[in-house]
């Protein structure tokens, strides 16, 4: 492998990692603080990226169907909150999975209904559409390095609001002793709804940022909420920066994985990763609680 | 009493045939609904009932039973619906079917039920060889065809160096071998991507690297998408031609492609500009009922309804003569969408493959254009291994 290539494929790695991290940030907010499985991330994610290419067709501006995608999504996980998954907190992990993967199934079959099963166009604006010479011989596509730019300033943004404000204080009261936050004069409540809200909307903005180069279909969930859950494992679960540091591993990995190894083993090596990280550290990368 | 007892049974058997004759045909029409393989059941159920509708919604001039059901994409969902409609609602042919591998799950065990089946679509090599048998005919294609016929193309333009991608799995593994089959250049990479795999970033920095002078690949539905955007994006285009079989460039998935998809090539033996009056009479009908362009699925999906229809007119409707039904479909005659139709001796098509061109039609479409025709009459190698056994009931 030439310089060229290898600083090439060192780029893509870390743009996929960034990709997975955007996919994998609301995932672990919602695991990490509130002790809730939601498989419905993917479905979200997939309602971030429809409601986005509809309104970008429609309105023939990409910004405002991000913004609406965003918070349609944070709505509809407000909704799911208050309807329906709060009752599940205090419930089992399996109970959640149930429930979530009964979502996944009804998402998709309303998408479905709505959108028909032909998968949708989305566009990227001109300005992004095309690709720039990063070094004699590599046009990199601006719209990745697009995503790689989000990606870094969601992370930093999350990290500044959970650690260093007073929203990001009671998020963390709330989670580590519900019952004492409350006595203390935080509405528990209010910012559950809140951050879960926060979680939908991260699923939509990772949806919208993936729609103009994946393949905006139903379904276009469950491959990457896969991906998401290994990074969430990985990195720690409820670990902002874990999940950063698992994503841009991964993606890594699994960029070198499929260029210098067989098919067969090139597609698992994430897997073998993981494997091999949980027996080092059991609890992720970066563990949240002890 | 005995006596008695059988001549009521008998008078009851003769009511019974004398009934069959009018009672409804009945076909289980099993294909993939939901999952990001839905739009292919669809595509199907679409063009099989506007092939219904165009013979009046009889086949052979009798009423028509059409249960539908879900395989899900799973083999075993498809042969437990399979042998349900066999057993309990007793189909007389079974079709639908799009994925191979459900298609091996369902096929033996329905046919050896007697039940004919008819594949819209599934086009696996085991049928075709070996495992031919006198009740299964299909109406779409081999898997390994409009590969080769690719192949063919390039080799006949003098292309030299050519790069390869599929999934790892068995059709993108017959894709690749049948192209081959047709292809007498250099193979500079031959690449096998997981299922799932979203991003093509990595094997599209190899490809630039490995400076090819055309890519083929074979990634059907979603994955076909993934990798046609993110290739434009990369500026691969217009350094790289990409060649793919028809099924990587159809309506199911050029819609979502859109630009990126313009200037790529891919063989087929039908497309929605196809110049006869049939094609043309179902395209117009099919955008006026649902308001969009059919896919290649449709269309094979319509010519099956369109084919059970004539082999049955030809022997008054009488399904029930399992022989005879078999020697009418063998010879069947009828408007194909494709121009001409006939069956090999493994009860796989013969037909032409044309090249087609992703361009943009007069309404800003993304549409397949035919450019020329790569090679008239074309039959699929496994006919050789076929050796079929003479009709009976």
């Keep these: 492998m030439s310089l060229p290539l290898f600083l090439e494929q060192t780029l893509n790695g870390v743009q996929l990692g960034v990709m997975l991290f955007l996919m994998s940030a609301g995932l672990t907010l919602v695991f990490g603080i509130m002790n809730l499985i939601n498989l419905a991330h993917g479905a979200l994610y997939m309602l971030g990226a429809f409601i986005a290419a509809t309104v970008a067709e429609k309105s023939d501006s990409f910004l405002l169907g991000a913004l609406v995608a965003v918070l349609a999504t944070a709505a509809i996980g407000a909704l799911l909150e208050v309807a329906l998954l709060r009752r599940f907190y205090h419930r089992s992990h399996l109970d959640q999975v149930l429930v979530t993967f009964g979502l996944i199934l009804v998402f998709n079959q309303v998408t479905q209904l709505i959108w028909g099963a032909v998968p949708m166009r989305f566009n990227l604006p001109d300005s992004v559409a095309g690709s720039i010479e990063l070094f004699p011989g590599l046009n990199y596509p601006v719209f990745r390095l697009v995503i790689l730019g989000v990606g870094l300033v969601v992370g930093l943004l999350l990290y500044v609001m959970i650690m260093r404000t007073r929203i990001g204080m009671w998020v963390r009261a709330g989670a580590s002793n519900r019952a004492m936050a409350s006595a203390i004069g935080v509405n528990v409540e209010m910012v559950f709804i809140g951050v879960f809200a926060a979680g939908a909307a991260l699923a939509g903005l990772a949806g919208l940022m993936a729609g103009p180069i994946l393949a905006v279909q139903v379904g276009m969930g469950e491959p990457v909420l896969i991906l998401a859950l290994v990074v969430t494992v990985i990195g720690g679960i409820g670990s902002i920066n874990g999940a950063l540091v698992a994503a841009i591993m991964i993606g890594l990995i699994d960029t070198f994985g499929r260029v210098l190894l067989s098919p067969a083993l090139g597609s698992m090596v994430i897997f073998l990763a993981m494997a091999v990280i949980l027996a080092w550290k059991p609890k992720g990368l970066f563990p949240v609680h002890g | ?393």
């Design chain 2, 1 to 393: 009493m005995r006596r008695l007892l059988l001549a009521a049974t008998m008078a009851a058997g003769i009511s019974v045939s004398a009934n069959a004759a009018d009672a409804p045909i009945k076909i289980g029409f099993i294909s993939t609904f939901s999952g990001p393989g839905g739009v292919l059941g669809q595509e199907l159920l679409d063009g099989f009932n506007l092939g219904l509708e165009s013979t009046g919604g009889t086949l052979g001039g009798r009423k028509v039973e059409v249960i539908q059901a879900d395989d899900q994409a799973k083999p075993d969902v498809g042969r437990q619906l399979a042998d349900k409609m066999v057993e309990s609602d007793h189909v007389q042919i079974l079709t639908g079917v799009n994925f191979s591998n459900v298609m091996l799950a369902i096929a033996k065990p329905a046919l050896d039920a007697g039940v004919f089946v008819i594949s819209p679509n599934a086009g696996q090599s085991q049928q075709a060889g070996k495992m031919c048998h006198p009740h299964y005919f299909s109406t779409s294609f081999q898997n390994d065809v409009p590969a080769e016929a690719i192949g063919m193309y390039m080799t006949h333009k003098g292309i030299k160096r050519v790069y390869l991608l599929a999934p790892n799995y068995p059709a993108g593994k017959d894709s690749l071998a049948g192209f081959k089959m047709g292809f007498k250049g250099e193979v500079v990479g031959e690449v096998y991507t997981g299922f799932t795999q979203l991003d093509y970033a990595a094997e599209i920095a190899q490809i630039r690297a490995a400076k090819p002078d055309a890519v083929y690949f074979f990634y059907p539905g979603g994955l076909g998408i993934n990798f046609v955007k993110q290739y434009a994006q990369a500026g691969m285009k217009t350094e790289v031609p990409l060649f793919g079989p028809s099924f990587s460039f159809d309506q199911t998935v050029l819609p979502a492609m859109g630009d990126a998809a313009l200037g790529a090539y891919a063989s087929a033996f039908w497309n929605e500009h196809y110049d006869n009056a049939a094609s043309k009479k179902f395209v117009t009908d099919f955008e006026a009922k649902y308001h969009r362009l059919p896919a290649p699925y449709a269309a094979q999906a319509y010519d099956t309804a369109r084919m059970i229809d004539a082999a049955l007119k030809s022997i008054g409707g009488k399904i029930e003569d399992k022989a005879a039904f078999q020697k009418a479909l063998e010879t069947v005659k009828f408007d194909s969408v494709r121009g001409k139709f006939r069956f090999n001796t493994n009860h796989y098509p013969i037909q032409d493959y044309y090249l087609t061109e992703a361009v943009k039609d007069d309404k800003g479409r993304v549409v397949m254009n035919m450019k020329e025709l790569i090679a008239a009459d074309l039959a699929d190698p496994y006919v050789q291994d076929c050796h079929m056994p003479a009709a009976t009931n």
